[in-house]
C-alpha cells in the first residue's frame, strides 16, 4: 500500500468514527459557498426527502470524499452510474463542487443524514389543509366549547387562528394550535408542548423545544415565525 493510499484509509477511518462531525462540516461550507443556492435551487428535493449522502470516490475523475448535491436520485438513492456532483474540502478549505464523470471510478457511501422531510405543499394547499382542519374542529363541539371558555368568547378568537408547522427530523406536523402555555404577548410559547388539531382531524400533543424547525404559518401579522 503506498503513502497515498495510507493516507486516503486513515483519513475515511476518522470519517468513519466521527461521521457526524464530518457532515457538519462540508454542510457548514456548503451553505456559505457562494454557489450553494444554484445546486439547492438544482435539486429543490435536497436535504428534505433526499438525504445528505457522505460519498468517497476514487480512480475516477477526482479521489475525494464528499457530499452528494446534485444527480440522478430513484427515488431511493443516488444513482451513481449516470455521473453526479460531489461537494468537497479536501482540496480548498472553502469547498469546490465536482462534476464526477459516470461510470468512472468506485464510489462507496459512507454515511447517510436523513432530511427535514417533504417539501412544504404550496399556499392553494395550505389553504386546503387549513380549511379542513378548522371545519373538523367546529364539528368537536366539545372542543370548541373548551376554546371559547379559554379564551373567554372573544369575537376576535372565536377559533383557532395560529396554524404552525413543527418538524422533527424527517418527521413533519403541521396543525391548529389549539393548546399550550403562552408568552406575555399573548403568543404561543414554542418551549414546551403545544396540542396541534392535524387536518384529518388527528389531536398530537408535541414538545416544541425538540423540535427541528418551528414555523408558524397562518397568523395575522405574526405569520412565518421560524426558527
Not at 197 to 216: S, T
Request: negative net charge.
Amino acid at each position: 500500500m503506498t503513502g497515498s493510499d495510507q493516507a486516503r484509509v486513515a483519513y475515511e477511518l476518522s470519517l468513519l468514527t466521527s461521521l457526524g462531525e464530518a457532515v457538519d462540516t462540508l454542510l457548514e461550507a456548503f451553505f456559505r459557498h457562494p454557489d450553494h443556492l444554484r445546486h439547492i435551487v438544482g435539486t429543490v428535493r435536497l436535504g428534505k426527502d433526499i438525504p445528505w449522502v457522505l460519498a468517497a470516490c476514487d480512480g475516477g475523475t477526482l479521489d475525494a470524499t464528499g457530499l452528494v448535491v446534485g444527480g440522478a436520485w430513484n427515488g431511493k438513492r443516488w444513482d451513481f452510474d449516470a455521473g453526479f456532483t460531489l461537494f468537497t474540502c479536501e482540496r480548498m478549505p472553502a469547498g469546490e463542487f465536482v462534476e464526477m464523470a459516470p461510470g468512472k471510478g468506485r464510489v462507496r457511501v459512507q454515511g447517510t443524514l436523513p432530511g427535514t422531510g417533504p417539501l412544504r405543499p404550496d399556499m392553494k394547499a395550505l389553504q386546503a389543509e387549513i380549511a379542513r382542519a378548522t371545519a373538523r374542529w367546529s364539528r368537536r363541539a366539545d372542543l370548541v366549547q373548551e376554546w371559547l371558555l379559554e379564551t373567554g368568547a372573544r369575537e376576535d378568537a372565536a377559533f383557532p387562528q395560529t396554524f404552525v408547522e413543527l418538524r422533527f427530523a424527517a418527521d413533519c406536523y403541521r396543525g391548529l394550535v389549539i393548546g399550550g402555555e403562552k408568552d406575555r404577548e399573548g403568543r404561543w410559547d414554542y418551549g414546551g408542548i403545544v396540542t396541534l388539531f392535524l387536518p384529518d382531524g388527528r389531536i398530537v400533543d408535541l414538545d416544541a423545544a425538540q423540535a427541528d424547525m418551528v414555523e408558524e404559518l397562518v397568523y395575522g401579522r405574526h405569520a412565518d415565525l421560524s426558527r
